[in-house]
């Protein structure tokens, strides 16, 4: 059964730290300060010019795009730069920083852990009513392969849903068919397709639209994409990895 993989990333602090963030509390720790990605991202090209490879961690190829490269702020410290940023994990705060683009133009974006560990929590609850009950709490369908939770089965108040990093909506989350968890940004990728002038073609992934302009990443997201009236729909390519 597939897990969640964001515990391939935090799990083993949470359980070690007892507190999920030391000083996650800050202000200073919860802003995506631009100064800080400038920083991390002169860091990473400057590497990248002097190594030829990336400063990243690395991660298994099944891991999902938007979090498969995670920067190693500890390979640019203290050559490329003299601390991680504040509001980095590993500098106190909530954000880890990674790359999108990594093949053609490598960018330095962010992803918010609290999120993951809204995500986690939920995770728990799923796996636990599997294992009692031998089957997944699907209640509807909203894809060919994506499902979503009956919130009442796992002993929550209402469907389960995680602020947008990009605007005041709140998104769903919904889970595959072998119970892995993934946030819904199809209200933002409506809102983005009105508002852009780009000519995108169907199979295309449009997850870029959402991160262009903005310090954060569709994280736990699969591929989108627009059908042939520029609509916006789940990838074949993400039907076919809820498959596998």
């Not at 990605?37 to 400057?46: E, G, H, I, N, S």
Request: glycine share 4%.
């Amino acid at each position: 059964m597939k897990k969640l993989f964001v515990a391939l990333l935090i799990v083993p602090v949470l359980l070690l730290s007892g507190c999920m963030f030391p000083d996650s509390e800050k202000p200073s720790n919860r802003v995506p300060y631009p100064e800080q990605l400038r920083t991390v991202q002169d860091a990473v090209d400057a590497f990248k010019k002097d190594s030829g490879v990336l400063p990243i961690k690395t991660k298994d190829a099944a891991t999902p795009l938007m979090e498969r490269y995670p920067v190693d702020l500890g390979r640019l410290i203290p050559r490329y730069m003299s601390d991680p940023p504040s509001n980095s994990f590993e500098g106190g705060g909530t954000f880890i920083y990674l790359l999108v683009d990594v093949e053609t133009k490598p960018t330095v974006k962010l992803m918010d852990l609290l999120v993951a560990e809204e995500l986690q929590k939920l995770q728990v609850r799923i796996d636990s009513y599997r294992k009692k009950h031998e089957k997944y709490p699907f209640k509807g369908s909203i894809g060919k392969n994506q499902f979503t939770l009956d919130h009442e089965k796992l002993f929550l108040k209402k469907k389960p849903q995680v602020a947008s990093p990009y605007s005041d909506e709140m998104l769903d989350v919904y889970v595959d068919g072998q119970g892995q968890l993934f946030i819904n940004y199809m209200p933002e990728f409506e809102k983005a397709l009105k508002n852009t002038d780009e000519k995108l073609k169907p199979g295309e992934d449009i997850r870029y639209l959402l991160y262009k302009d903005e310090p954060f990443v569709p994280a736990y997201s699969q591929a989108y994409t627009i059908d042939e009236k520029g609509e916006p729909m789940f990838s074949e390519e993400s039907k076919e990895q809820s498959e596998n």
